[in-house]
T-cell receptor, first 113, second 111 residues
Framework: KAGVTQTPRYLIKTRGQQVTLSCSPISGHRSVSWYQQTPGQGLQFLFEYFSETQRNKGNFPGRFSGRQFSNSRSEMNVSTLELGDSALYLC????????????FGSGTRLTVV | AQTVTQSQPEMSVQEAETVTLSCTYDTSESDYYLFWYKQPPSRQMILVIRQEAYKQQNATENRFSVNFQKAAKSFSLKISDSQLGDAAMYFCAYTDDKIIFGKGTRLHILP
């Protein structure tokens, strides 16, 4: 069974640009969550999608948005990039509410210059 | 709001020895789940062990076990017979709806 796939693995963008990250969950998983990981703030929850609907949202500005498609694949978009958006972005999938744990992808390392 | 606290930013243990990583959390909920995740240098978060709050019995997965004290809101991870491959960041996590992670403990294994 294929794991959670995140693309791309690495990304370098310039301040002010926008970026889209992709996450393909484990087959059959309908929930996809996104996290930002930085050395200073640790792992911070961005949002969760379940069956194409945003079910939960963290405390991030509106520049961070996401969506989920009918095949459960999810995309995360960050507009007007800032230097502070440099981070590892992790995606995780679960079959329901994550009560049995989440399966994570290897992340996308975003560097904003 | 729920919080998860890992008070040990870094720990070291000799290979083959036992080490315990601490985690405390704060919640007003009675029904929730707790996890320990491991993040090796490869970056991928791996679920180590899971505990349901309504179960009094401590979860065990091979060399990994937890000491779950619900009243004290404590959820420590014990790693027995430490191996070099156990070296990683370990994150304690809580969920009743969305998942909340602690800041992590970096575990070094000394050969």
């Amino acid at each position: 069974k294929a794991g959670v796939t995140q693309t791309p693995r690495y990304l370098i963008k310039t301040r002010g640009q926008q970026v889209t990250l992709s996450c393909s969950p484990i087959s059959g998983h309908r929930s996809v969550s996104w996290y930002q990981q930085t050395p200073g703030q640790g792992l911070q929850f961005l949002f969760e999608y379940f069956s194409e609907t945003q079910r939960n949202k963290g405390n991030f500005p509106g520049r961070f948005s996401g969506r989920q498609f009918s095949n459960s694949r999810s995309e995360m978009n960050v507009s007007t990039l800032e230097l502070g958006d440099s981070a590892l972005y992790l995606c995780a999938s679960s079959s329901g509410q994550g009560l049995y744990g989440y399966t994570f992808g290897s992340g996308t390392r975003l560097t904003v210059v | 709001a729920q919080t998860v606290t890992q008070s040990q930013p870094e720990m070291s243990v000799q290979e083959a020895e036992t080490v315990t990583l601490s985690c405390t959390y704060d919640t007003s909920e009675s029904d929730y789940y707790l996890f320990w995740y491991k993040q090796p240098p490869s970056r991928q978060m791996i679920l180590v062990i899971r505990q349901e709050a309504y179960k009094q019995q401590n979860a065990t997965e091979n060399r990994f076990s937890v000491n779950f004290q619900k009243a004290a809101k404590s959820f420590s991870l014990k790693i027995s017979d430490s191996q070099l491959g156990d070296a990683a960041m370990y994150f304690c996590a809580y969920t009743d709806d969305k998942i909340i992670f602690g800041k992590g403990t970096r575990l070094h294994i000394l050969p």
